[in-house]
């Protein structure tokens, strides 16, 4: 009787692990078809300015950094995850590197919302059970702070209104004297 009990409790043991590990390989496919995902990253057409784009072409970081954004709008979640580390690098070293001719403070404070977006995609990589839903969120947001940094970087060499005004009133002015001189010559000959 005694084995009898033994039996059926190692039965009952047994029983449950399958079921348990049943139920876990049905979560892990689930998860890995989360994670073979493509990333559905909007793609933002935003060109440097060509004064941008002179220095930017000097800035090696800027370059590599620039690289990985756009490896980004291909990959899956898991060639993410698998990047992440390498990401966050590079962006902290981007973000150490400004040359003089680009430093702001706007485009400081963008680096430093691009690596910190670059350092939690690390974060959330590293997790022992990583969401698919989180890496890819922060993947979007990546993508549209560089760009957002880009945008920054234009700014720089866009001329304020003041002196987009002053330009405007000496054209005026040499176009007016050009009529006066026309005018004048045209008098003179009559």
């Known amino acids: 009787m005694k084995n009898l009990i ?10 449950c692990k399958t079921e348990q590990n049943g139920e876990n390989s049905i979560k892990n496919e689930m998860d890995t078809t989360a ?28 370059i590599t950094a620039q690289n990985e954004v756009r490896r980004l709008e291909n990959s899956t979640i898991n ?16 973000k150490n590197s400004v040359p003089d001719s680009l430093k702001s403070v706007a485009v400081e404070s963008r680096l430093n919302v691009v690596n910190t977006k670059a350092q939690l995609l690390k974060q ?3 997790k022992q059970e990583p969401d698919a839903g989180d890496i890819s ?9 560089f760009t957002n940094l880009k945008l920054q970087m234009n700014e ?12 405007l009133d000496e054209f005026e002015k040499m176009e007016r004297e050009q009529d006066s001189i026309s005018a004048d010559s045209i008098t003179t000959q009559n």
């Open 6 to 15: 033994y039996f059926i409790l190692i039965l009952a043991v047994v029983s």
């Open 35 to 62: 994670f073979q995902k493509k990333m559905k990253i909007e793609k933002t057409p935003l060109t440097l300015e060509p004064e941008a784009r002179k220095y930017a072409l000097n800035w090696v970081e800027f």
């Open 79 to 94: 060639e993410v995850m698998n990047s992440a580390p390498a990401i966050a690098q590079i962006m902290e070293s981007l």
């Open 124 to 126: 959330y990589s590293g």
């Open 137 to 145: 969120q922060t993947t979007e947001e990546l993508h549209l702070e």
């Open 156 to 167: 720089i060499f866009l001329k304020s209104l003041e002196e987009f005004e002053k330009e």
